[in-house]
């Protein structure tokens, strides 16, 4: 059975940082596609970031610059380093994995396998 559990979400301020985690279990994610996505009140869901096989990440507009994105195979985790917060990055935030395609990383529909979410609100 397919696991994938998030962590580290909270409240801060704007310009603030938290680090979020995804633990899989069940799941080998050394040679799959796993990202970030997110869905604020009201909206749809959207790509943050997402990896695939062999490494290469792929951030949205909206965070580059701020956001970086860390595959552990060996302890079969992902993380996601948020700095710079702003209240617009306010959302549930998801893990998700699956074997997707390089030049569709971004494309929430395509993923297999979704965690719980953990929630992140930013202040200003």
């Known amino acids: 059975q397919v696991q994938l559990v998030e962590s580290g979400g909270g409240s801060v301020q704007a310009g603030r940082s938290l680090r979020l985690s995804c633990a899989a279990s069940g799941y080998t994610i050394s040679r799959k596609c796993i990202g970030w996505f997110r869905q604020a009140p009201g909206k749809g869901r959207e790509a943050v970031v997402a990896i695939d096989s062999d490494g290469t990440p792929s951030y949205s507009d909206a965070v580059k610059g701020r956001f970086d994105i860390d595959k552990d195979n060996a302890k079969n985790t992902l993380s996601l380093q948020m700095n710079s917060l702003k209240p617009e990055d306010t959302a549930m935030y998801y893990c998700?994995?699956?074997?997707?395609?390089?030049?569709?990383?971004?494309?929430?529909?395509?993923?297999?396998?979704w965690g719980q979410g953990t929630q992140v609100t930013v202040s200003s």
């Open positions: 998700a994995a699956g074997r997707v395609e390089w030049w569709q990383l971004l494309r929430p529909s395509l993923y297999d396998y």
